[in-house]
Nanobody, 120 residues
């Protein structure tokens, strides 16, 4: 069973930084793409950043210049470095991945989410 586990969320003051990590485990054949989404209370889930296996990266306009997505293929991990955090960045952040498991077909997987709170 493929699983995505996020970590690194927490409480931070405006202007502070957090680093989120997502580790994929299970019967992994290949990871085609990974990304981060977020959902604030009363709002739709939105794409924050994504990276494909070929290295193509996309960011939401609201986080460009502040957030950086990176991957560690050897560890099946994707990270999101979040700097200069603003109150509007507060949300539950979800890891997302398009994965081809061993002996199976490609599908989308989601993590459980990690809370990011930006106070003041």
């Amino acid at each position: 069973q493929v699983q995505l586990v996020e970590s690194g969320g927490g409480l931070v003051q405006p202007g502070g930084s957090l680093r989120l990590s997502c580790v994929v485990s299970g019967s992994i054949g290949s990871i085609n793409a990974m990304g981060w989404y977020r959902q604030a209370p009363g709002r739709e889930r939105e794409l924050v950043a994504k990276v494909t296996s070929s290295g193509t990266i996309n960011y939401a306009d609201s986080v460009k210049g502040r957030f950086t997505i990176s991957r560690d293929s050897a560890k099946n991990t994707v990270n999101l470095q979040m700097n200069s955090l603003k109150p509007e960045d507060a949300a539950v952040y979800f890891c997302n991945a398009n994965i081809t498991p061993r002996w199976s077909s490609p599908r989308v997987y989601w993590g459980q989410g990690t809370q990011v709170t930006v106070s003041s």
